[in-house]
């Protein structure tokens, strides 16, 4: 039993790695995925659960329930790819003569790279919401974030030039 956990251990690290580094070979005119952070946001909502908890039959909760959480995690995955296509666009952006568009650059690419990260995490943890739909998981942080990450990446291809630390 331990060792199928640690050769699962294993596996779920490798395929972290392999997400993470993918988003490093990204091209530049990689196109974005279209997020509806609303949406998102609704799909998370507590409140939303609860009601359908109070209003559904447990048979019916628990297949909507187990709907909702694969789209949480869809949603994961398009922030985690719009991620990577800002990384590797911002990469091409920076301005060799300007030391401080660089580490506003930077930050931006760091950020980036957090929030996909993240929606790595969550994606996983949401399998397990899925098996067991009395949990409630919920990455609300990443929908503020990647808001953030987006009109700041946005107004900085936008203008050509650094963006204002707006994270």
């Excluded at 196109?31 to 209003?55: C, G, K, M, P, Y």
């Excluded at 919401?129 to 990443?142: H, K």
Aim: with cysteine; proline share 4%; charged share 25%.
């Amino acid at each position: 039993m331990l060792t199928a956990c640690y050769v699962i251990g294993v596996l779920m690290i490798g395929l972290a790695l392999i997400w993470i580094l993918k988003g490093f070979v990204v091209s530049s005119t990689a196109e974005l995925t279209e997020i509806d952070v609303i949406a998102f946001r609704n799909v998370l909502s507590l409140e939303d659960n609860h009601v359908l908890r109070q209003r559904l039959t447990e048979g019916e909760y628990r297949r909507l329930k187990r709907a909702r959480v694969r789209a949480v995690q869809e949603y994961m995955k398009g922030i985690a790819r719009n991620c990577a296509a800002t990384i590797a666009v911002l990469r091409t952006r920076v301005p060799e003569n300007s030391p401080s568009a660089q580490r506003e650059l930077s930050s931006l690419v760091k950020e980036a790279l957090r929030i996909r990260l993240l929606c790595l995490g969550f994606w996983f943890a949401l399998w397990v919401e899925f098996l067991f739909p009395n949990l409630e998981i919920r990455p609300m942080r990443i929908a503020g974030g990647y808001e953030r990450l987006h009109s700041a990446a946005e107004r900085c291809l936008r203008s050509g030039q650094a963006p204002s630390p707006a994270l």
